[in-house]
């Protein structure tokens, strides 16, 4: 028998996609994935020099759970500099990722009979994330007022709150939609946390890719009522290429990250000492490789965008930020192919995956069920033939 928290977890449909595609790939299939969020840079230079150095210096043991001194000092110079925040390096805890970050934070603040707020579309993790704290997670849609298409609907998550409500997570900018919160949205919902005495958890990890002239804006920032019941997460695998290395990071009040490190403490303990030491060259060594790869990314997500528009069928937001889009597929559902119907976003991702032999995750997994996840993090090259692929997949059904 396993516990009700392994049976009632669904799996992660993006990680569980990653698998097939890797497999359709061994098997000799060209599969152009557009479902991947990750850069597909390699990781800078001097990064990599950085984590070699301390290969050779024998930095290879454990660390303090938090991290080592030098990187929580540079994370605040960081958080300083660029987001307007003041922590201490006692403030600032180191995770394998940001997703460790995100659900360590989770564990801390939630428990059975709590409920946690979360606008939708959302990242597939962040409900399972709850449900294993045993708490329980409060979908709320965010707005689709015209010009304000995925922005919070701070009139509905007021509505949401209850006496149970502990926290609210947000993520800016956002993965799937691409959604960039403005300064004036985070302040009323500021306000309602304060009022209701919520934490929000932020998810930052997209801050620096932004288009359109987008600003981002950390929650903490705004005032010392909101540093104190923010939970700010962030890391470096979207901005600087280090998926892999898993390197994340959350602060907060040190009650808060006290407790954090008390959890990871018997969870991993520390982030790999490597990592650490790369990270550290990430953050305090040069920085034009972001802006190199944001402005890419900037090119391509032109590139779809506009390829997307004048599909048949087809509509889609523009995005903010991160690397995605979401187009809106639902025109096609009831259409056929062969013995093959398109009922919903799962068939339509199945179907180009068989067809046409591109990747991409159903909205359904972000509960965006009328929807898929484009990704724009891969070559100009790989995108325009995904794209064709996708046009000519989409006029076979009738």
């Not at 850069?39 to 759970?65: C, H, L, M, S, W």
């Amino acid at each position: 028998m396993f516990s009700d928290r392994a049976i009632n977890l669904t799996p992660s449909a993006t990680v569980e996609l990653n698998a097939k595609v890797a497999q359709l790939k061994k098997d000799g299939i060209d599969i152009i994935k557009l479902n991947i969020g990750e850069p597909d840079f390699g990781t800078p230079e001097n990064i990599k020099r950085a984590a070699k150095q301390a290969i050779d210096e024998e930095f290879t043991k454990y660390t303090p759970v938090p991290g080592i001194p030098e990187l929580r000092q540079a994370i605040c110079h960081k958080l300083k500099a660029e987001n307007g925040i003041d922590y201490q390096p006692n403030e600032i805890c180191v995770s394998t990722g940001a997703k460790q970050a995100l659900i360590n934070a989770v564990l801390v603040i939630a428990q059975a009979g709590d409920e946690v707020i979360i606008p939708t579309p959302c990242w597939v993790s962040y409900e399972e994330m709850v449900r294993i704290a045993g708490a329980e997670p409060v979908l709320v849609p965010v707005s689709q007022q015209p010009g304000r298409e995925f922005d919070l609907d701070i009139a509905a998550i007021e509505k949401a709150v209850t006496p149970r409500t502990r926290a609210i997570i947000i993520n800016t900018p956002n993965n799937p939609t691409g959604a960039v919160y403005l300064k004036e949205t985070l302040e009323q919902l500021v306000e309602l946390a304060v009022r209701y005495e919520l934490y929000i958890i932020t998810d930052e990890v997209y801050e620096k890719l932004l288009y359109n002239g987008a600003v981002h804006v950390s929650v903490a920032s705004l005032s010392p009522e909101a540093r104190k019941i923010s939970i700010t997460v962030n890391g470096l695998s979207k901005s600087y290429a280090m998926t892999g290395w898993r390197i994340g990071y959350v602060a907060a009040d040190r009650p808060i990250v006290a407790a954090i490190s008390g959890i990871q403490g018997h969870m991993t303990s520390c982030a790999s000492s490597i990592a650490q030491r790369a990270a550290l060259e990430a953050l305090t060594g040069p920085q034009k490789s972001v802006e190199v790869m944001r402005e890419e990314f900037s090119r391509r997500r032109n590139m779809m965008y506009s390829r997307l528009k004048t599909m048949p069928g087809i509509t889609c937001s523009d995005a903010n930020g991160a690397f995605y889009l979401l187009p809106d597929i639902s025109a096609y559902y009831g259409k056929r192919y062969g013995s093959t119907i398109i009922r919903d976003s799962c068939d339509m991702a199945n179907f180009l995956l068989d067809q046409a032999h591109i990747a991409v995750v159903p909205g359904a997994s972000f509960r965006a069920p009328d929807c898929l996840r484009l990704s724009y993090s891969n070559s100009m090259e790989n995108l325009q033939k995904g794209l064709d692929r996708f046009e000519e997949a989409l006029s076979y059904l009738k």
